[in-house]
T-cell receptor
Framework: AQSVTQPDIHITVSEGASLELRCNYS??????LFWYVQSPGQGLQLLLK??????LVQGIKGFEAEFKRSQSSFNLRKPSVHWSDAAEYFCAVNTDKLIFGTGTRLQVFP | EPEVTQTPSHQVTQMGQEVILRCVPI?????FYWYRQILGQKVEFLVS????????KSEIFDDQFSVERPDGSNFTLKIRSTKLEDSAMYFCASSATTPDTQYFGPGTRLTVL
């Protein structure tokens, strides 16, 4: 069955530090992968997506993600975190419907 | 930039009452979805809708739920007789094709008392 795993429930980083949020998926075919961000009480905003081609994809707000088929991973990265990045981050795979991971809550300390 | 809109933003209802959550998808999109997020939990798929019929539904989407596209712009989710456990944030999404990027509305927070 298709699934998405985000092993880190909660991550805390200092402002200016680098960030990597992990995502592993289970899907038999070529995956369509997404990262969404959700600020408290808000909806889901698309950060970036991977459909095919270059395995390193760039998104909004300085985020990037790398698709690694051999590891079934799609980790999200940012070189320097800003306080405004504090939010919940969801990885998802599209199988005509979106299957979401459980999310990673990012806390940023000044 | 076109966006998905949802009304109301917050709905409070008594257990056993019917609620209708409304969504206006992006105008040239053909695929419509409802998702649910119980507080503190992950986002779960409820139902997808294309060409005026349900394409797929999850086990959550039982006989108490229904969806409709009553006109050319609105997409609604009806819960016939609400239960306490229906309290959640409900998100509408739309996409031009499938599989494709799904754009989400801001959500409707449903509170069942």
């Amino acid at each position: 069955a298709q699934s998405v795993t985000q092993p880190d429930i909660h991550i805390t980083v200092s402002e200016g530090a680098s960030l990597e949020l992990r995502c592993n998926y289970s899907y038999g075919a070529t995956p369509y992968l997404f990262w969404y961000v959700q600020s408290p009480g808000q909806g889901l905003q698309l950060l970036l997506k991977y459909f095919s081609g270059d395995t390193l994809v760039q998104g909004i707000k300085g985020f990037e993600a790398e698709f690694k088929r051999s590891q079934s991973s799609f980790n999200l990265r940012k070189p320097s975190v800003h306080w405004s990045d504090a939010a919940e981050y969801f990885c998802a795979v599209n199988t005509d419907k979106l299957i979401f991971g459980t999310g990673t809550r990012l806390q940023v300390f000044p | 930039e076109p966006e998905v809109t949802q009304t109301p933003s917050h709905q409070v209802t008594q257990m056993g009452q019917e609620v209708i959550l409304r969504c206006v998808p992006i105008s040239n999109h053909l695929y419509f979805y409802w998702y649910r997020q119980i507080l503190g939990q992950k986002v779960e798929f409820l139902v997808s809708f294309y060409n005026n019929e349900i394409s797929e539904k999850s086990e959550i989407f039982d006989d108490q739920f229904s969806v409709e596209r009553p006109d050319g712009s609105n997409f609604t989710l009806k819960i016939r007789s609400t239960k306490l456990e229906d309290s959640a944030m409900y998100f509408c999404a739309s996409s031009a094709t499938t599989p494709d990027t799904q754009y989400f509305g801001p959500g409707t927070r449903l509170t069942v008392l």
